[in-house]
């Protein structure tokens, strides 16, 4: 790791991961990598907020399933006030992760961005190949949208979001939105995948060393996809869309360190050409996950602080927040 130029606290958190010689999640049965991605998940978090609205959740999918999902919210909404809400779509390859590994994050992002965030746990691969999750998350974000209200959630600042594998489901949800005339405030992409192919020079560059390996990334979409023709569906790599004219606002949030940051910014130029407004951040000297580190790694609380700044403005919330 020292060929890398890591932030003194980013290096610090990868030779603690380097003592505690934990098995990697591409060596592990899926289900053996759920739980031990799950034990790991807020080792590094910053310590959970209380809030006051704190909700368990069930959204219909398409084929009927009831899909577990909880809202994290920093006030009661009222009859007159009704709070804006994100969608919130985890990390973990399509394969671990889950809303208790995300929870300290979303709770975060709720308190800091005075706004309601609903965290699905769409269903994993293998048991659930391409595109069940898609569906799912899509499914949600309609449902949100349509009952919302009686949430007492104002869908007409509605946004989508997730890190990493939930960033494509976010980035996809955002162009099945317009297609579908769901207007929505903010798609927030945090390190999201859009590639159909692992070949960009930070794929290369940052290969083996760092959180996220090439190994674990070819682990993941070995479970998650049917076959080969699957990477060429522009629902697995959002870089693939045809069209990428009248999508919500983006901001995209990358670490430099990261094999997926070239086709992040990629795909933040994809916006921009197409005349997307785009916030992109870029933090250097962090890796894949650095979101969830916020114990150990200053990035991190500024992201979240750059990302609760963005959902305010795209919420139209109209105050400034302390870090």
């Known amino acids: 790791m020292e060929t890398f130029p ?36 807020d080792v590094l978090e910053l310590d959970k907020p209380a809030l006051p609205w704190v ?5 219909p999918a398409r084929d009927g399933t009831a899909l577990p999902a909880v809202l994290f919210a920093p006030r009661q909404a009222t009859e007159t006030a009704h709070l804006p809400v994100l969608l919130y779509l985890h990390g973990g390859g399509f394969t671990v992760g889950s809303v208790q590994t995300h929870e300290v994050l979303c709770r975060r992002l709720a308190q800091q961005a005075d706004c309601a965030v609903v965290s699905l746990d769409y269903r994993l691969a293998p048991e659930f190949k391409f595109p069940t999750a898609l569906h799912d998350a899509w499914d949600a974000l309609q449902w949100l949208s349509v009952h919302g209200p009686a949430l007492g959630l104002d869908t007409a600042r509605l946004a989508v979001g997730g890190d990493s594998a939930g960033g494509t489901l976010a980035a996809v949800c955002a162009a099945l939105a317009r297609d579908a005339g769901l207007d929505l405030a903010l798609q927030l992409l945090i390190y999201p995948g859009t590639s159909a192919h692992q070949d960009s020079p930070s794929q290369q560059r940052y290969a083996q060393g760092l959180v996220l390996e090439r190994a674990a990334i070819d682990w993941f979409f070995g479970h998650y996809l049917n076959t080969p023709a699957d990477r060429e569906d522009w629902r697995f790599a959002p870089l693939l869309l045809p069209d990428a004219q009248g999508l919500a606002p983006a901001h995209v949030c990358l670490a430099e360190l990261d094999p997926m940051v070239d086709e992040g910014v990629d795909y933040a130029d994809l916006l921009r050409m197409a005349g997307v407004p785009v916030s992109l951040e870029i933090y250097k000297g962090v890796t894949h996950e650095f979101i969830k ?17 963005a959902l305010r403005q795209a919420f139209a919330i109209n105050f400034v927040i302390e870090q």
């Open 6 to 41: 890591l932030t003194p606290a980013m290096a610090g958190v990868l030779r603690g991961l380097h003592r505690a010689k934990r098995p990697a999640l591409h060596s592990l049965s899926p289900a053996q990598a759920r739980i031990a991605y799950a034990a790991g998940s």
């Open 293 to 309: 580190m916020g114990r150990a790694i200053p990035e991190a609380r500024q992201a979240q602080h750059d990302i609760a700044q």
């Open 55 to 59: 909700e368990a959740l069930r959204i």
